[in-house]
């Protein structure tokens, strides 16, 4: 068995239906009944079951041909997308299916993904048609092999993309290292977003030299607040991603010493959230960075900002000291008062 899909709401329904499918080529709808599970297949003949996606009625699957996409309603197949002419071998890059809406389905397989529409056949058009007709409303072309793929924001896409490792034209050689396989790249996450690559970051996986495209997978889910969060599952490793927030800017800000900017963001951010952020660390840092410029001076005295944050951090930390001596005349306070 290759691939498994419960119908919508399985865990309150009665018929506890589910499509499964596999090596054998059967598409195979599972229903509970008064006797038992019945059995029913859907589809056979094309070639191994590589994906299923259920929602609503409608049940799209990926076989050796294209995908495919049946309607419970009216049982009958509803529409066929073509995998290409020049498409790989449908084993080696797996297939991703993903209902966008009741209506919308997203596929991404090897290296194009394809966004196609469900609508209402005319009334009339049907003369013994289905009731339902499938339009494809875009076609993207990406240069990476595509290992998962999930809706992002209204119109954009998180892509989980494999990047092939080079291959030697000569395949006939007798040259061991020639024929060693080459090492697999990095994997990355993108976001596309009307067909445009708006984002991209390298992921930190374990042995990612060793893996292909089917050793990934891209899980979409959200954290308490209502926030997409995706999951990145390898052999050796669970990443989670989620969006950057306002002290992640921070942190960039300061990791490129912008220290101005992270201070008056910092200062924002602390009005809004209380303490979420130490405005004073940044002040720190802003003042070893300045003393390294041989511009502490100067700045200082023109700065409130880094006054302020080196004043709470000398007070405090004298406050530190005091409580580790024991007695208050054993550190002597120092401060840094503003230039006029």
């Known amino acids: 068995m290759n691939a498994i899909a419960l119908e919508p709401g399985f865990a309150k329904k009665s018929t506890r239906a589910f499509v499964c499918g596999g090596m054998t080529g059967n598409l195979v709808l599972q229903e509970k ?3 038992g599970y019945r059995e029913q297949v859907l589809h056979s003949g094309e070639g191994p079951i590589w994906a299923i996606e259920w929602r609503g009625d409608l049940i799209a699957w990926a076989n050796d041909a294209g995908v495919k996409i049946y309607d419970r309603v009216s049982a009958q197949r509803i529409g066929y997308i073509d995998r290409g002419a020049n498409a790989p ?6 297939c ?13 397989w090897a290296d194009h993904i394809k966004i196609v529409r469900v609508r209402n056949r005319p009334k009339t058009q049907t003369g013994g048609l289905p009731p339902l007709s499938i339009e494809v409303l875009s076609v993207w072309e990406v240069d990476c092999m595509v290992s998962g793929l999930a809706p992002y924001h209204d119109t954009g896409y998180v892509v989980l993309a494999y990047i092939p490792p080079d291959t030697y034209t000569n395949e006939a050689t007798q040259d061991r290292a020639e024929q060693r396989r080459k090492a697999a790249n990095r994997p990355e996450l993108r976001i ?8 991209a970051d390298e992921l930190a996986v374990t042995s990612f030299e060793r893996y292909i495209c089917n050793d990934y997978s891209l899980i979409r889910s959200k954290r308490q607040d209502d926030v997409d969060v995706f999951l990145v599952l390898t052999p050796s490793d669970l990443i989670v991603v989620q969006p950057r927030d306002e002290a992640d800017h921070i942190d960039w800000l300061v990791e490129r010493e912008r220290y101005e900017e992270a201070l008056t963001a910092a200062e924002e951010l602390q009005e809004k959230h209380g303490g979420a952020f130490d405005v004073q660390a940044i002040g720190l840092k802003y003042m070893q960075h300045l003393v390294e410029q041989g ?5 200082v005295c023109s700065d409130p900002q880094v006054t302020s944050s080196v004043q709470h951090h000398s007070r405090r930390r004298c406050l530190e000291r005091r409580r580790q001596a024991g007695r208050s005349g054993s550190i002597r306070s120092f401060s840094i008062t503003s230039c006029m």
């Open 33 to 35: 009944g008064w006797l």
């Open 295 to 299: 511009g502490l001076r100067a700045r």
């Open 89 to 94: 071998r449908a084993e080696l890059f797996k």
């Open 96 to 108: 991703t299916l993903h209902w966008k809406d009741d209506r919308t389905l997203v596929i991404g």
């Open 192 to 199: 596309i977003d009307r067909g445009d690559e708006i984002a």
